[in-house]
């Protein structure tokens, strides 16, 4: 089973408070709140007193920081001004705002194209590859391959099911609570079971995939919340990002996140044998002229 690593490396700090934000105590989420309001004051303060500001004490503040990967509280520090450093020297977009009502059509599609570009930076900076390349690999050599999600993650599955069936892979989709019980139930060691869930708390994507878990079957979870409940039952988790306005919800950028994921694994699928998917594309595209 692959982990979420116990340390993050510069540059994946804040992205990373954000992912395990709904996980967080209500202390740690206070903590969280105020650095991710001001990460540039945090960086300079003691651990006296940020204790002090946030209203916790100074061990909840270490408990904070080793929620995170990190030993201590100058760890965390550190890492955090390495990160501020690295994007103060990267101009802000003045799009790289929420959409606001006074916003025309051409604002808000340079504000969602700003939302994409930040998404996928935070995707990259959650993911795991390594998880990603061993999924990759497994696939690869799957007898069967299963996407379960409900909602817009359903949506998720669905996509996946039409790019990877168009390489020839054994695939399938499904998004009915009912349907995702029986075929989880029934699934053997070798197939994979892949759970899509945003917050990671989709009760029917997490039945599904503790299902599809005694039954043997290798279960993955793509989620933002790498502490959420389907990642208890998942062997590999992959984590998308999720930064976007207020205003937007998930309208484009959770979407945009675990197609991006799902889009990685289908590209990688494709690099180890261009000509046997080209083929198999061919032959998928001439039935549907036929």
Request: proline share 2%; aromatic share 6%; charged share 20%.
């Amino acid at each position: 089973m692959s982990e979420q690593k116990d340390s993050i490396k510069a540059g994946k700090v804040l992205d990373t408070i954000g992912s395990l934000y709904n996980s967080l105590t209500p202390s740690s989420k206070r903590i969280a709140d105020y650095v991710l309001s001001n990460p540039s004051e945090v960086s300079q303060l003691s651990i006296a007193e940020l204790s002090q500001t946030v209203n916790a004490g100074e061990a909840t503040i270490i408990r904070f920081c080793r929620t995170l990967g990190f030993k201590g509280f100058q760890g965390f520090k550190m890492e955090l001004a390495i990160e501020l450093s690295n994007l103060n020297q990267q101009e802000k977009s003045i799009f790289d705002t929420d959409v606001t009502a006074a916003d025309n059509a051409e604002t808000i599609g340079q504000k969602l194209k700003s939302t994409i570009d930040n998404v996928l930076s935070e995707t990259i900076n959650l993911l795991d590859f390594s998880a990603l390349e061993e999924v990759t690999e497994l696939i690869s050599n799957a007898p069967s391959i299963y996407f379960f999600g409900v909602g817009s993650s359903g949506l998720a599955a669905e996509n996946a099911k039409h790019k990877f069936m168009r390489i020839g892979l054994n695939v399938d989709a499904l998004t009915n609570n009912h349907f995702m019980y029986m075929k989880a139930s029934l699934l053997q060691p070798g197939d994979i079971a892949v759970g899509i869930s945003h917050s990671g708390n989709s009760d029917e994507t997490t039945k599904t995939i503790k299902i599809a878990k005694e039954s043997g079957a290798v279960t993955v979870a793509l989620t933002h919340n790498p502490r959420s409940d389907i990642t208890q039952f998942a062997d590999f988790v992959l984590v998308n990002g999720n930064r976007q306005g207020q205003l937007q919800g998930d309208s484009i950028g959770t979407k945009i996140a675990q197609l991006f994921i799902l889009d990685l694994i289908y590209t990688s699928l494709v690099k180890r044998d261009v000509s046997y998917a080209q083929s198999k594309k061919l032959k998928t595209t001439q039935a549907l002229l036929k």
